[in-house]
């Protein structure tokens, strides 16, 4: 390593040099022939006071700093560091901007060498990881990170990582680095007068025997399938008794004291196959559903060589099955077994296209920064699976051009043996679990089983999700944004997009007597697409407008569309349909005739222009799709729900239609459980009041057929939770939303101050949330705590429920999809409020067809429908509090029905017994504290 590289560090008194932030401390680590040679770091004195935040954030307060020097003290020094080398920091324009601004007030020079990023690299040579933060990487390659945000323990940790990112690089291939060279001239950093060096200095690596080049790329030699005689070994029997069950699990070191419901469920899913029974069985949080299921379907695969599918709702359970409960089976079972997990193709890497896509000139920054990542990850990954990546935004749409498709034009040999999706599908073809997600379970449903294996057995996992996905699985969405990001990908001869490509490649063909569309009357007709399906969208948010023109205090609005209704607005936005849908014809047409004169031509083409052909190809079906969808939703008549979505802030950027089914029983029924032998649905919550009866009517079961299981927790829910209700708040349907809102933010920060924090409060709308969380902020009660609320504060479910679990007093606020799938045990959560019942409200579009529905078939609109719905839902909220047998936790129902009203019992009567104690909120607040 021959260059000199200095690690710079800086603690500043804010984030902005120009507008008089200061620096509080610097620190520096020199790194010599890729060995740490020096280290130096002092506080400054920054003649001004230390903000209490930062002060909170680094340890460094104004005491500490009184006697440092200033900076022009240790100006001499810092020149002296830098000279010669590289300049390498962890966000690295941040510091070199500081750095700057002070050197320059000292009366020194600047710095302008060469730059280095430690973000940006680990970025490309960590394509994988969770986060870019320091402590997240020093975490992930166990580098001591005692003091973070103190500048000399993060510039010590910034060089050691900086030299394990040296060390990944001299790994990569030739191929790769040439390649990541050529696309680094457009990063922030100067990594490719970095890689430039590194490459003279490192011609000679021999290529790991992990990797393999093809085509030209370097990738991940695949392990060729391995032919184990364990897979022909004779499969012993299902273990039957207890000691049994109990003696396989001590065989994967599984110690979990209470196991009879697991064994209970094991002996039901391994009946159920058996006999080919459809079966729902409920499980407890505590159970271990997981093992539970998959132990008796290894058993019952292997004795009849039968694959089993297990479908799952979210990808946190996919991944949690494939790197967590698969590896613990393949211990516990005395046999080999293959499980695999196959995606939707849109979800794999397309090598060609990607190949191709490196020719492209002018790419962003994001662009630039994903094609490295994927260099590097191809050296990496033996799936192609895109949730394998961490894309940034920019990132995700650069993936929409190089992610696999079905071959429109013409067929692609040289990638053949190395194809991601037809990898994974013949890994799916031999494997005797195949793990997947609800979505591609009904796709394969609506295709004819042309995407997964043939088999009879099913397991749905999240089974209470299955008729929510099947609704809008066999239902239609259009929105704004999409849309015009559809149309806009052809784009008029002038922007230079598809339009302008396939005119080209037309230009370079020998002229032909082709009856195409002139290129300037398919402009013309691109013109008035963009401006129809513009007004087609303002047609839609007047008539959303218009129909909720009585809904005060909301910005989010929701209005049902009655195809069959008279008015101007629905007859305005028909005729608009039918020009779009027209003019799509036109274009669509159009674009087939010269796809069609071109594939006939094929080998006139080059490679590039074939491959540009396939994309518009591509395009052209997505277009199709949009002309279908828009057609079904509104010129054929159809039994569909169909309402309008918008923000009436922003009306047309943000206006959805849908349309969806009212109900999927009869679909499911039909296409899914008569043609399996066995399907079983797991989840903890899928009864009501004890009783299946709500689910098996909204999938399409019958109770005569349906074995019908409910296990309960093993936990001691009596011990572990405590149940509250404020007496004191008025009914939540006798005051305005405002009051409301005053009087829960008064028992929050009491709640809050009793338990410390650790808390997280669910609403069942994001308006009350807002008004919530703003009047939180507003009275200044809780400033000493971490307030975070979905859709306020920045970042995703997980990554808001990870700062979560990182301060000690915090609070969240959450809604829709915090109700469940969310996991913080332990003592990081002790507090759950619920701040309503979970009823949809009356008037949201699916809600009201669904009650008038259930009205039509002679039942109880409330009891029959609106009623379990909201019991599942509370369900899913009470399980958030108790995830281990050692949590301990309260529950504050906010809502007063659940003890004033007779169907409020129901609620009750579907969670463990616990405690349930009512009274005033400061009477509350002193048992919180003493119990907790």
Known sequence: MLNKFVVIDLETTGNTPKKGDRIIQFAAVVIENGKITEQFSSLINPQKPIPVFIEELTGINDEMVKDAPVFTEITEKVQTLLEGAYFVAHNVLFDLSFLQEELLQAGSEGFYGSVLDTVEMARILYPTADSYKLSDLAEKEHLTHDRPHQADSDALVTAELFLILFKRLSLLPQVTLKQLTQLSGGLKSDLQLFLE???????????????????????????????????????????????????????????????????????????????????????????????????????????????????????????????????????????????????????????????????????????????????????????????????????????????????????????????????????????????????????????????????????????????????????????????????????????????????????????????????????????????????????????????????????????????????????????????????????????????????????????????????????????????????????????????????????????TFLAQPATVAEQLRRKFFQTKKAVILTSATLSVNRSFEFIMREIGLEADSTVQLTIPSPFEYREQVQLLIPDDLPEINSVSLEEYVISITEHIITIAEATKGRLLILFTAYDMLKKTYELIKESGFLNEYVLMAQGISSGSRSRLTRNFQRYEKAILLGTSSFWEGVDIPGEDLSCLVIVRLPFSPPDEPLTEAKCQLTVQQGRNAFYDYSLPEAILRFKQGFGRLIRTETDRGIIIVFDRRIVTTQYGKSFLKSIPQIPVKKGKMLELAEFIQKWL
């Not at 939707?344 to 490196?358: P, V």
């Not at 969405?477 to 490509?501: H, N, P, V």
């Not at 008035?528 to 303002?538: A, S, V």
């Not at 047609?539 to 909301?554: D, E, R, S, V």
Request: charged residues 25%; aromatic residues 10%; proline residues 3%.
């Open 197 to 655: 060096d590194f490459m003279d200095t490192f011609e000679k690596t021999p290529v790991l025997d992990s990797i393999e080049i093809v085509n030209g790329l370097g990738l991940k030699r695949i392990s060729s399938e391995k032919n184990d005689e364990n897979l022909n070994k004779e499969i012993s029997k299902f273990p039957e008794s207890e000691e049994e069950k109990s003696s396989i699990l001590r065989n994967g070191f599984v110690t979990f004291k209470k196991r009879a419901g697991q064994f209970k469920m094991m002996d039901t899913v391994y009946n159920s196959l058996q006999q080919s029974r459809h079966t729902l069985i409920e499980a407890g949080t505590g159970v271990g559903k997981s093992l539970g299921y998959l132990i008796p379907l290894a058993y019952f695969s292997k004795h009849n060589n039968q694959p089993i599918i297990v479908s799952t709702h979210t990808i946190q359970l996919q991944e949690q099955l494939l790197n967590k409960e698969i590896p613990l089976l393949t211990k516990i079972i005395p046999f080999e077994i293959k499980a695999v997990l196959l995606k939707g193709r849109n979800q794999y890497l397309n090598l060609e296209k990607f190949l191709q896509t490196l020719l492209d000139e002018n790419d962003n920054y994001d662009t630039t920064l994903t094609k490295m990542q994927i260099l590097v990850w191809l050296t990496e990954t033996e799936t192609g699976d895109r949730d394998e990546l961490n894309l940034s935004s920019g990132g995700l749409l650069y993936w929409n051009k190089i992610k696999e498709e079905p071959s429109v034009l013409f067929s692609k040999k040289c990638w053949q043996e190395r194809d991601f999706y037809q990898r994974a599908k013949r890994n799916a073809q031999s494997a005797d679990i195949i793990i997947t997600n609800h979505s591609l379970l009904l796709s394969d449903i609506k295709g004819d089983g042309s995407i997964l294996p043939p088999s009879d057995y099913v397991v749905i996992d999240e089974g209470h999700h299955l008729e929510k996905a099947a609704s809008r699985f066999f239902g239609y969405s259009l929105d704004y944004l999409s849309a015009r990001l559809l149309i806009s990908q052809f784009g008029t001869y002038e922007q230079k997009q598809f339009f302008y490509e396939i005119e080209q490649i037309l230009s370079r063909l020998p002229a032909s007597e082709t009856k195409l569309l002139h290129t300037y009357e398919l402009n013309q007709l691109v013109l008035d697409l963009n401006y129809e399906l513009d007004e087609f969208f303002k047609l839609m948010a007047h008539y959303a407008k218009t129909k909720a023109a009585n809904k005060k205090g909301t910005n989010r609005i929701k209005v049902r569309f009655i195809s069959t209704e008279f008015g101007r607005e629905r007859k305005a936005l028909f005729h608009s349909a039918e020009r779009l849908a027209f003019l799509l014809k036109d274009i669509l047409s159009s674009i087939k005739g010269r796809l069609n004169w071109l594939k006939a031509e094929k080998d006139s083409l080059s490679i590039p222009d074939s491959n540009k052909l396939e994309e518009i190809a591509g395009f052209s079906a997505e277009l199709q799709e949009f002309r279908n969808i828009l057609i079904s939703c509104f010129i054929k008549d159809s039994n569909e729900v169909k309402w309008i979505e918008m923000d009436t802030r922003s009306p047309q950027n943000v206006t």
